[in-house]
């Protein structure tokens, strides 16, 4: 899988068909629940019709700014949670990068899931004024890596996940204890999650 950086520089000085981060960062600097915010753009073909299918997601998250080339280069993967009681886990798409990670609950990314395998993945974030966007060329072999750690996580989280055959007694009633301190997991931004229709 390839990629390429299509675009560094200032949300406002951004291309056209980027115009959707202007709008992202708007729609969220509205609501600052969370600490970020994910958009996944679902691409109607245009063109030939051998173009590649894409999907872009678009962040907006409110620290880290030096950091998002690092996130938006980073490879689309998925992971377990866990929560502090250990008692459930869920599962994750997660984009990662020098020690930051931006979380998208996989429940409501399949709720929106494109109905199109797609060739082409496009990460754009922004923080603060500025904008980064990476192509991530897939390929049909990519985005079938992608779907089967997805399912592989998948299959040992939710209804699926049996905490009293992977942890004893003891590691259960630590974790009991522990999680009645409240926590945040520190570098970690859990993203709402929307998608908007491309015509």
């Given at each position: 899988m ?32 969370y ?22 997601l ?62 082409t ?28 750690g ?28 522990s ?10 931004v ?10």
């Amino acid at each position: 899988m390839s990629q390429q950086i299509l675009y560094v520089g200032p949300v406002e000085k951004a291309p056209e068909q980027f115009l959707w981060a202007a709008g992202l960062a708007a729609a969220h600097s509205q609501a600052r629940v969370y600490g970020g915010a994910v958009a996944l753009i679902e691409h109607d073909l245009e063109g030939p019709s051998h173009a590649p299918a894409t999907w872009t997601l678009a962040f907006s998250i409110h620290r880290w700014a030096k950091h998002i080339a690092a996130l938006a280069q980073a490879e689309l993967d998925a992971e377990n949670v866990h929560s502090p009681d250990l008692l459930e886990c869920r599962t994750a798409i997660v984009l990662r990068a020098d020690d930051i990670s931006l979380r998208i609950d996989e429940w409501e990314f399949r709720q929106r899931y494109p109905t199109f395998a797609p060739e082409t993945l496009l990460v754009g974030i922004v923080s603060e004024d500025q904008l980064v966007v990476v192509r991530h060329d897939w390929g049909a072999d990519g985005f079938e890596s992608f779907q089967a750690g997805l399912q592989s996580a998948t299959s040992m989280s939710g209804v699926n996940y049996k905490p009293y055959r992977v942890w004893n007694d003891e590691e259960l009633a630590r974790a009991a204890v522990s999680a009645k301190v409240q926590r945040s997991e520190p570098g970690v931004v859990e993203c709402a999650f929307f998608s908007l229709k491309r015509n």
